[in-house]
């Protein structure tokens, strides 16, 4: 079992940046690929970011170039440098976590935290 916790979400202006983290339990952090995931209200749970456990890493296109995911082992941890902040990126952004899957398809992570919001201002 894993268990996920994002933080580092709040209200910020275009053009600025925010650093998200998703901490999980576990021994065998290692071992999972990370994903992040975005819900704007009233739209579908959109893929972001996802990094294997050897560290490849993919983004969707509308990030691509202003985020980056990354992972500390011996930390536990997972983050999502988000620069260049646009408001179309307000939604609430979540983190999941697969020990056999590497991909950008919701439904094939097993373990997801409870979000962290991000909102954009013009």
């Known amino acids: 079992q894993v268990q996920l916790v994002e933080s580092g979400g709040g209200v910020v202006q275009a053009g600025t940046s925010l650093r998200l983290s998703c901490a999980a339990s576990?021994?065998?952090?290692?071992?999972?690929?990370m994903a992040w995931f975005r819900q704007a209200p009233d739209k579908e749970r959109d893929f972001v970011a996802v990094?294997?456990?050897?560290?490849?890493?993919f983004y969707a296109d509308s990030v691509r170039g202003r985020f980056t995911i990354s992972r500390d082992n011996a930390k536990n941890t997972m983050y999502l440098q988000v620069n260049s902040l646009k408001p179309e990126d307000t939604a609430v952004y979540y983190c999941?976590?697969?020990?056999?899957?590497?991909?950008?398809?919701?439904?094939?992570?097993?373990?997801w935290g409870q979000g962290t919001q991000v909102t954009v201002s013009s």
């Open positions: 576990g021994r065998t952090f290692s071992r999972y690929a």
């Open positions: 990094i294997s456990s050897n560290n490849s890493t």
């Open positions: 999941a976590a697969d020990r056999h899957y590497y991909g950008r398809s919701s439904s094939q992570y097993n373990y």
